[in-house]
């Protein structure tokens, strides 16, 4: 029992000293000026997808709003436990990024002022904590939408090998029935085989790159 425990105790640490590491602070200009804020890095996602990704993590806990002149999202008066309990407060979110990398600002207003690490360390810890859950909520769908990318590549190989083969079979065909287009037959068999054996490569390379999305997916949020 006290093994299990102090298991527990140790996973969580690592959980928070990871969120700690992977949240960084600044204070970054927004609507109401420059105020302290909390961000994520999230390679191979773009702000776009990113932008979907924050509507769709926040969504449980109120309606987003959007400013679209200062391009950021706003919920106010909502309640986020891991935050801040019971007590209201006001979140600002921003994505800034390019096609293949985004960060992701928040600004949280507790009622008193904007939360920083000098005067309010839990509520600090407990936004580290809620942005490094989005970030692993982004991460996991980006290299889900990767994924499904990279699927596809490999159904669309393996469409081409279909019609290679289904090629070959109607040149040995013609082979049977057309005894003048033998010649000619036989050596587009040969050209038909050796892409085939090309494409069969190109499958096998594809499938490690599948094998290899499909392991990154499962390790998101994993204790390293």
């Known amino acids: 029992m006290k093994i299990t425990s102090l298991f527990l105790m140790l996973l969580v640490s690592y959980q928070l000293l990871n969120a700690q590491d992977r949240v960084k602070s600044l204070d970054k200009t927004m609507s109401l000026g420059s105020k302290p804020s909390h961000y994520v890095e999230i390679d191979g996602y773009d702000q776009k997808n990113t932008e979907k990704a924050w509507e769709e993590f926040i969504k449980p806990y109120g309606k987003v709003k959007e400013n679209k002149k200062a391009k950021e999202f706003f919920l106010n008066k ?18 800034e990024g390019t096609k293949t990398q985004s960060t ?17 360390l839990s509520q600090v810890n407990g936004i580290k904590t809620f942005m490094n859950d989005f ?10 939408e990767e994924l499904k990318a990279e699927e596809n590549k490999q159904k669309d190989l393996e469409k081409d090998l279909s019609k290679l083969e289904s090629k070959n079979s ?11 287009r033998i010649k000619k037959a036989e050596n587009e068999i040969v050209q038909n085989l050796g892409e ?27 204790a390293q």
């Open 196 to 222: 085939q054996d090309n494409k069969k490569v190109e499958i096998k390379r594809q499938q490690k790159v599948v094998e290899s999305t499909v392991e990154k997916l499962n390790n998101v949020g994993k």
């Open 170 to 180: 109607n040149l040995l065909k013609d082979i049977e029935t057309f005894k003048e």
């Open 135 to 144: 970030y692993i909520f982004a991460k996991k769908r980006a290299i889900a």
């Open 104 to 120: 992701a600002y928040i600004w949280v207003d507790l009622g008193g002022g904007f939360a920083n690490s000098k005067d309010n």
């Open 78 to 95: 909502v309640s986020i436990p891991a935050i801040n309990g019971v007590t209201p407060l006001d979140i600002y979110a921003k994505i």
